[in-house]
Every structure is written in C-alpha cells, then in structure tokens.
C-alpha cells in the first residue's frame, strides 16, 4: 500500500486528507458546484447528499487506499484531489476537480504538483497518472502544465453528459518527475 502524508502544504494551499470533520464543508462544496460538475462527473447523479450520506462516504473512503484530500486556499475550501490505487502495482491515479469560483488561479496544478511530489517520497510507486474524457479542457490544462505526458487516447464509456468518450491517459515516471525538478 502506498504511504501519502495527511496534510500537504504548499505556497497557497493546504491539502488534508478528508475526515469525518470535513463532511459539512465538503457537502456544502459539492452542492455550491453541482452545476459546473454535472457535465464530468459521473457521481453527480448521486446528489445532493444529506449531511449523513456524506460521512458514511468519507468513512468509507477512510477504509481504502484511496486519499481524497481536500484542499483550502487559506480558510475556504476550493476543491478536492485525491489518490486511488486502481491503475496497477507500483502505479496511483490522480483525480480531482475544482470549485467554479476558484478555476484559473492555478490551484489544480499546484494542488497536483504537491501530491505527486509526496507519491514519489513512497519508493513502491513507479508511475503516477492522470485520466479524464478528451473534452474536459480544463482537465486537460493540469498535466500538461506540469510535466506528464500523454500516452493513450482509448475508447471509454460516456458516463458523463458532456463526455465524448474517449479517454486520455497521462503518465510521469519517478524517473521523469525527478528530471523536471533538476
């Protein structure tokens, strides 16, 4: 099982592993933005989430390898990016999304950033990526930003409404993310 510290911090953020004490910020996150989510993801369907349904989530979460961190630009809660061990051994998947009110600031690529630095501090993994549906722009802007790079373009189910099905793959080695850093 990979090791990610619970908080990481960077210049403007800070980034915490999702605990029973954040379900009310995260509720009222989720439901500020379920418009601007609606068209990606494919949990959306699910909500909005009574208060209750969203700590028996977090406890769940808290009972996997998966790390949804949430982050805050000083006190206000801006997003969420977390970890999840779904693309093999020696391999983490990187997913997140922003609040509608805080796109543009860079704060996904910082967030990211931050979080794939600390996956590399884990010697069992290898490989870090990125996946998202080809017309998710904005998704697209955080990997290329910082480093990865595109390996595959695959068919994929439309699970979402403004998906086209096609889903790309981003990849950095511990390897390459060390040479981006020199």
Not at 68 to 76: C, N, Q, S, T, V
Not at 117 to 131: C, G, K, S
């Amino acid at each position: 099982m990979a090791t990610i510290p619970e908080i990481i911090d960077t210049e403007r953020l800070s980034l915490r592993r999702i605990q029973l004490e954040d379900a009310a910020a995260l509720n009222d996150l989720v439901i500020a933005n379920l418009e601007h989510l609606r068209p990606w993801m494919q949990w959306i369907p699910m909500e909005p989430m009574t208060l209750h349904q969203r700590e028996e989530l977090i406890t769940g979460w808290l009972e996997t390898d998966d790390n949804p961190f949430l982050i805050r630009a000083g006190a206000e809660p801006v997003g969420v990016c977390g970890t999840h061990k779904r693309i093999g051994e020696g391999g983490i998947e990187v997913g997140y999304w922003l609040d509608q009110n805080a796109v543009g600031n860079g704060y996904m690529a910082e967030a990211v950033t931050a979080v794939t630095d600390a996956l590399f501090l884990d010697p069992t993994i290898d490989r870090v990526e990125i996946h998202h549906d080809k017309a998710n722009l904005r998704s697209r802007s955080v990997p290329e930003r910082i480093a990865y790079r595109l390996i595959a373009e695959d068919p994929d189910e439309i699970v979402a409404p403004a998906e086209v099905g096609i889903n790309l793959t981003w990849r950095v080695t511990r390897d390459e993310w060390a040479a981006r850093q020199k």
